[in-house]
Protein backbone atom coordinates (compact mmCIF):
# COMPACT_ATOMS: atom_id res chain seq x y z
CA UNK A 1 0.00 0.00 0.00
CA UNK A 2 3.06 2.61 1.10
CA UNK A 3 4.85 1.85 -2.84
CA UNK A 4 1.41 3.26 -4.30
CA UNK A 5 0.76 5.85 -1.90
CA UNK A 6 4.26 6.80 -2.89
CA UNK A 7 3.91 6.39 -6.46
CA UNK A 8 0.51 8.42 -6.36
CA UNK A 9 2.46 11.60 -4.31
CA UNK A 10 5.24 11.44 -7.16
CA UNK A 11 2.45 12.45 -9.50
CA UNK A 12 1.29 14.83 -6.97
CA UNK A 13 4.75 16.57 -6.63
CA UNK A 14 4.92 16.65 -10.69
CA UNK A 15 1.23 18.14 -11.09
CA UNK A 16 2.12 20.68 -8.75
CA UNK A 17 5.21 21.30 -10.93
CA UNK A 18 3.18 21.13 -14.38
CA UNK A 19 1.10 23.81 -12.03
CA UNK A 20 3.74 26.41 -11.71
CA UNK A 21 5.00 25.82 -15.13
CA UNK A 22 1.55 26.68 -16.67
CA UNK A 23 1.71 29.77 -14.50
CA UNK A 24 4.71 31.38 -14.79
CA UNK A 25 4.73 30.46 -19.01
CA UNK A 26 1.17 32.91 -18.80
CA UNK A 27 3.02 35.21 -16.35
CA UNK A 28 5.75 36.11 -18.22
CA UNK A 29 3.62 35.74 -21.70
CA UNK A 30 0.96 38.65 -19.71
CA UNK A 31 4.23 41.03 -18.57
CA UNK A 32 5.80 40.57 -22.17
CA UNK A 33 2.71 42.08 -23.59
CA UNK A 34 2.54 44.88 -21.14
CA UNK A 35 6.17 45.69 -21.16
CA UNK A 36 5.93 46.05 -25.24
CA UNK A 37 3.28 48.73 -25.01
CA UNK A 38 4.99 50.34 -21.46
CA UNK A 39 1.87 50.33 -19.64
CA UNK A 40 0.04 48.05 -17.74
CA UNK A 41 -4.37 48.08 -18.16
CA UNK A 42 -6.19 46.76 -15.58
CA UNK A 43 -7.13 43.92 -17.94
CA UNK A 44 -3.23 42.48 -18.04
CA UNK A 45 -3.09 43.28 -14.30
CA UNK A 46 -6.18 41.06 -13.43
CA UNK A 47 -4.71 38.41 -16.10
CA UNK A 48 -1.28 38.71 -14.21
CA UNK A 49 -3.24 37.82 -10.87
CA UNK A 50 -4.62 35.12 -11.92
CA UNK A 51 -1.68 33.76 -12.68
CA UNK A 52 -0.35 34.09 -9.36
CA UNK A 53 -3.11 31.53 -8.20
CA UNK A 54 -1.46 28.88 -10.22
CA UNK A 55 1.88 30.03 -9.29
CA UNK A 56 0.82 29.83 -4.96
CA UNK A 57 -0.82 26.19 -5.71
CA UNK A 58 2.03 24.92 -7.84
CA UNK A 59 4.42 25.76 -5.00
CA UNK A 60 2.23 24.52 -2.36
CA UNK A 61 1.01 20.93 -4.04
CA UNK A 62 4.54 21.02 -4.71
CA UNK A 63 6.39 21.29 -0.98
CA UNK A 64 3.35 19.32 0.59
CA UNK A 65 3.68 16.40 -1.64
CA UNK A 66 7.73 16.81 -1.52
CA UNK A 67 7.25 16.31 2.18
CA UNK A 68 4.78 13.65 2.43
CA UNK A 69 6.77 11.70 -0.30
CA UNK A 70 10.09 12.11 2.47
CA UNK A 71 7.82 10.39 4.93
CA UNK A 72 6.07 7.70 3.09
CA UNK A 73 9.54 6.25 1.55
CA UNK A 74 11.32 6.53 5.16
CA UNK A 75 8.71 4.06 5.95
CA UNK A 76 8.75 1.43 2.74
CA UNK A 77 11.10 -1.25 3.25
CA UNK A 78 13.55 -2.18 0.53
CA UNK A 79 11.85 0.56 -1.76
CA UNK A 80 13.32 2.28 -4.25
CA UNK A 81 14.03 5.64 -2.74
CA UNK A 82 12.96 8.19 -4.91
CA UNK A 83 13.94 10.86 -2.52
CA UNK A 84 17.37 9.61 -2.64
CA UNK A 85 18.25 10.65 -6.07
CA UNK A 86 19.80 14.19 -7.08
CA UNK A 87 17.38 15.16 -9.12
CA UNK A 88 14.25 14.88 -6.23
CA UNK A 89 16.75 17.06 -4.12
CA UNK A 90 17.06 19.83 -7.33
CA UNK A 91 13.91 20.03 -7.51
CA UNK A 92 13.33 20.65 -3.83
CA UNK A 93 15.65 23.33 -4.12
CA UNK A 94 14.50 24.93 -7.00
CA UNK A 95 11.23 24.88 -5.03
CA UNK A 96 13.27 27.13 -2.36
CA UNK A 97 14.32 28.78 -5.02
CA UNK A 98 10.79 30.01 -6.56
CA UNK A 99 9.60 31.03 -3.18
CA UNK A 100 12.54 33.25 -2.42
CA UNK A 101 12.73 34.83 -5.86
CA UNK A 102 9.48 35.34 -5.64
CA UNK A 103 9.61 37.31 -2.06
CA UNK A 104 12.30 38.89 -3.62
CA UNK A 105 10.68 39.98 -6.78
CA UNK A 106 7.41 41.31 -4.92
CA UNK A 107 9.38 43.44 -2.55
CA UNK A 108 11.60 44.94 -5.33
CA UNK A 109 14.41 43.70 -4.17
CA UNK A 110 16.01 41.95 -7.09
CA UNK A 111 15.95 42.84 -10.48
CA UNK A 112 12.65 41.90 -12.75
CA UNK A 113 14.69 40.15 -15.68
CA UNK A 114 16.98 38.22 -12.87
CA UNK A 115 13.89 36.84 -10.79
CA UNK A 116 11.31 36.04 -13.69
CA UNK A 117 14.67 34.12 -15.84
CA UNK A 118 15.04 32.20 -12.19
CA UNK A 119 11.06 31.18 -11.32
CA UNK A 120 10.78 30.61 -15.01
CA UNK A 121 13.58 28.30 -15.41
CA UNK A 122 13.17 26.84 -11.92
CA UNK A 123 9.20 25.52 -12.82
CA UNK A 124 10.61 24.25 -15.88
CA UNK A 125 13.38 22.28 -15.00
CA UNK A 126 11.36 20.67 -11.88
CA UNK A 127 8.83 19.56 -14.51
CA UNK A 128 11.87 18.44 -16.97
CA UNK A 129 13.51 16.64 -14.05
CA UNK A 130 9.74 15.00 -13.30
CA UNK A 131 9.36 13.68 -16.92
CA UNK A 132 13.44 12.18 -17.07
CA UNK A 133 14.09 11.03 -13.63
CA UNK A 134 16.96 8.76 -14.34
CA UNK A 135 18.88 12.19 -15.56
CA UNK A 136 22.53 10.83 -15.25
CA UNK A 137 23.59 14.16 -13.51
CA UNK A 138 25.26 14.96 -9.43
CA UNK A 139 23.10 17.60 -7.20
CA UNK A 140 25.93 20.09 -8.16
CA UNK A 141 25.65 19.21 -11.87
CA UNK A 142 22.08 20.12 -12.19
CA UNK A 143 22.05 23.14 -10.10
CA UNK A 144 25.02 24.52 -12.38
CA UNK A 145 22.73 23.87 -15.42
CA UNK A 146 20.20 25.64 -13.63
CA UNK A 147 22.20 28.65 -13.70
CA UNK A 148 23.56 28.00 -16.88
CA UNK A 149 19.80 27.34 -17.99
CA UNK A 150 18.57 30.72 -16.26
CA UNK A 151 21.25 32.65 -17.96
CA UNK A 152 20.26 31.66 -21.10
CA UNK A 153 16.67 32.44 -20.72
CA UNK A 154 17.39 35.97 -19.23
CA UNK A 155 19.00 36.68 -22.72
CA UNK A 156 16.40 35.19 -24.13
CA UNK A 157 13.86 37.05 -22.47
CA UNK A 158 15.93 40.49 -23.38
CA UNK A 159 16.24 39.84 -26.92
CA UNK A 160 12.50 39.07 -27.17
CA UNK A 161 11.45 42.24 -25.42
CA UNK A 162 13.44 44.19 -27.40
CA UNK A 163 12.36 43.05 -30.72
CA UNK A 164 8.74 43.44 -29.70
CA UNK A 165 9.13 46.80 -27.90
CA UNK A 166 11.04 48.01 -31.69
CA UNK A 167 8.22 46.05 -33.50
CA UNK A 168 5.29 48.13 -31.43
CA UNK A 169 7.27 51.32 -32.18
CA UNK A 170 7.61 51.31 -35.87
CA UNK A 171 4.01 50.58 -35.72
CA UNK A 172 2.59 53.49 -33.87
CA UNK A 173 5.19 55.24 -36.45
Known amino acids: M ?18 GVAGVTFAEMFYTRAVVDEKIDTCEKKHILHTLWALRWGVMVTVLS ?3 LVTVEYYIPNAVQTVLTPSFWVIQTLTIVVIVFGVLISRSQVPW ?3 SSATFTAWWMMLALHAWRGVPLSYVGLLLLYVILTLVVACVFHYLRTILKDREERSRA
Open 113 to 115: WLG
Open 66 to 68: GVA
Open 2 to 19: LPLIAEALLTVHALGAAL
